[in-house]
């Protein structure tokens, strides 16, 4: 099973941007869905985006055109992009995997992001 660690969150101004990388390891992502989700105070925990093993990605309609997800397989990491952020978009941010082959799905720990001025 994969094992994912979360990095790049912060204090961010309205307007500003961010870049995630979730880190990976114990299993290769190119054998893995991978998607970040994010969980507001007192709100369930929502899909922000995802990207399959092909590259085909898809994103939750509050962030097309501002948030972009990547992979980079040479180093096992997948990246959330956050452009324009908005008070909206405060909230821990949490990276999955789902195993193509297995279905096994793992969760990172989480990084807090927080838009304010």
């Known amino acids: 099973q994969v094992q994912l660690v979360e990095s790049g969150g912060g204090l961010v101004l309205p307007g500003g941007s961010l870049r995630l990388s979730c880190a990976a390891s114990?299993?290769?992502?190119?054998?893995?869905?991978m998607a970040w989700y994010r969980q507001a105070p007192g709100k369930k925990r929502e899909l922000v985006a995802s990207i399959t093993t092909n590259d085909v990605t898809n994103y939750n309609d509050s962030v097309k055109g501002r948030f972009t997800i990547s992979r980079d397989n040479a180093k096992n990491t997948v990246y959330l992009q956050m452009m324009s952020l908005q008070a909206e978009d405060t909230a821990v941010y949490f990276c999955?995997?789902?195993?193509?082959?297995?279905?096994?799905?793992?969760w990172g720990q989480g990084t807090q992001v927080t838009v304010s001025s």
């Open positions: 114990g299993s290769h992502i190119r054998e893995n869905v």
């Open positions: 999955l995997a789902r195993n193509v082959y297995s279905d096994f799905i793992s």
